[in-house]
Structure formats: structure tokens, C-alpha cells
């Protein structure tokens, strides 16, 4: 069976110009409900911006302290863009987008004039799993052993590093899962939500060595930021109907556990990415 990427990809497709600030993106993003914009001259692409681009910002002390209005889409877009035709299967979608690390492909009409017609993302990819590939591989099959779990007091910085790096991360109380924190997540936080509240003010010592008031500016602990809406899976599930809950409950990654509700992986949309790869060795 081959499966076309015409039939999931995404269009009209929502873009930037290079010259936009990060304000514009970030609300073209909210408006549309979108986790891809594509930068664009004259209907042709020159790079990507993800929610990963967000949280990475978070991340890297260049722009740390600067307003979004004074950084460009073409400081922090991705490139190169890779594209190919819609007439090419999910199958080798998903391969691509492996192959390149990237989250999404733009779709052209013709790879000599790089026009833009679409849009396909993992998540479109992960649809297309779900829909047509149901009982060829379990959970087991593709689950992600080593997991990035963190307590519900950590510091929110402590989970957009590893979010940053590309990695979920599992908020794990007293042996029981309880959240999850993902680029979803994190990617429209503002810093004074991440890193600074009300000031508390405490008795303590001066330099001087007088009794003074001194202020403290409590980080955002990761539980007051995780969804909490945590659904759960087992290994022995069809990993299809699993990518229907990722795609049903728009989320990017869902905790696997045992029989007695311990944490043993994360299924992730990359993992399903790499079983529809797969599934063009296994059916025909």
C-alpha cells in the first residue's frame, strides 16, 4: 500500500518573511495553532522556525534578554529547508525527515522552482501512521528506554535544557508518573514566568554585616508548567492506536509503564516516525 503525502500534508501554508521579528511568528504561531512556520521570498523557502526554536532561545544567553521584537526570523530559522513532492510516499517522508533531524518538510510542485504548496510535519506523518498501518508493530517494538524523568520541584530551566537538547521530559513523584514536559510546553512561556515572580522578602545579613531585608525571586518549579494530563501506555499495545492518542490529545510524547505502573520508556513521535519508515519493509 503506498500512502501519498498529498493526502496529509497541510496548505495554505503559514510563512514569514526573513525580516519579521519573533513577536509576529510567535503569534502567527497562537493564531493558527501551528508548530511550523515557514520563512519564505516570493513563495520560495529559505528557512524554518519550530516551538523547538523557541525553547532553545530560552537556552542560549544571545538572546536570552532580548524582546522578541528585536530578533529576526532569519537569526534563528533553520536551514537549509528540505522539500520534496507530493507525490512521494509517507513512507519516504518520514525516512527523509530522519535522515535530516527535522521535524517537517516543505512539499513543491516542482524541486527546480522550490514554489511552495505545502506543509507535512511529524504530526501529519504520525496521522498517517495511525490510519493506515494498525497491527504491524507494539510499543515494545519501538519504545525509547532511556528517558530524561525529572521530580515536580525541579527548576523549569532544568527541563527546557533537556527540552532544548530535543528530549521530553517525564515528571516522575514517588515512583508514580505525573507529568510530562515537552516543547508544547515550554515554547510560549514568557522569561519573568520561567525565572522571576514577585520578589519574597526575608530577614538576612548585609555585606556590612547589618540586619536587612533581602529579596528573593523563587524559580518556577516544573509542576506549576507539566501537563498533567498524563495518558499512559503499555508495551504490548498496538503502536498504531497509541499514534491515534498522540495525534487525538495533541501531545508529543506518552510515558510507557509496566504492569505495576513503573516507568520503563516514552513513546515519542519520533520513535512512531521511525516505525512508519519501517513499514514500507513490512507492507505492501
Not at 506518552?254 to 514500507?280: F, H, M, N, Q
Amino acid at each position: 500500500m503506498r500512502v501519498k503525502v498529498e493526502h496529509y500534508m497541510s496548505h495554505p501554508v503559514i510563512v514569514a518573511h526573513p525580516q519579521d521579528n519573533l513577536a509576529r511568528v510567535r503569534n502567527l504561531m497562537l493564531k493558527y495553532k501551528v508548530g511550523h512556520i515557514v520563512v519564505s521570498v516570493d513563495e520560495r523557502p529559505q528557512g524554518m522556525i519550530s516551538r523547538s526554536d523557541f525553547v532553545k532561545l530560552m537556552y542560549n544567553r544571545k538572546w536570552l534578554y532580548k524582546p522578541l521584537t528585536d530578533i529576526k526570523a532569519q537569526d534563528i530559522m533553520s536551514k537549509p529547508v528540505y522539500a520534496i513532492l507530493p507525490t512521494r510516499s509517507v513512507t519516504y517522508a518520514a525516512r527523509r525527515m530522519l535522515e535530516k533531524s527535522v521535524g517537517s518538510l516543505v512539499i513543491v510542485k516542482d524541486i527546480a522552482t522550490m514554489k511552495i504548496t505545502g506543509i507535512i510535519t511529524r504530526t501529519d506523518l504520525v496521522r498517517a501512521y495511525s490510519e493506515n498501518f494498525e497491527g504491524l508493530h507494539k510499543v515494545g517494538d519501538y519504545i525509547e528506554k532511556d528517558v530524561q524523568t525529572c521530580s515536580p520541584e525541579h527548576s523549569v530551566f532544568y527541563a527546557i535544557e533537556k527540552v532544548a537538547a530535543g528530549q521530553p521530559v517525564v515528571v516522575v513523584d514517588k515512583g508514580r508518573v505525573v507529568g510530562v514536559v515537552t516543547a508544547r510546553d515550554l515554547a510560549f512561556l514568557s522569561m519573568a514566568a520561567t525565572g522571576i515572580k514577585k520578589p519574597l522578602r526575608v530577614k538576612g545579613i548585609s555585606p556590612r554585616g547589618f540586619e536587612t531585608a533581602i529579596k528573593i525571586y523563587p524559580a518556577v518549579m516544573v509542576s506549576e508548567i507539566m501537563d498533567t494530563d498524563v495518558v499512559t501506555v503499555k508495551l504490548e499495545e498496538d503502536l498504531a492506536l497509541v499514534a491515534q492518542i498522540i495525534v487525538r490529545n495533541n501531545v508529543d510524547a506518552l510515558p510507557v509503564t509496566s504492569s505495576s505502573g513503573e516507568l520503563v520508556g516514552v513513546i515519542t513521535k519520533y520513535t512512531v516516525l521511525k516505525a512508519l519508515r519501517d513499514s514500507s519493509l513490512k507492507k505492501t
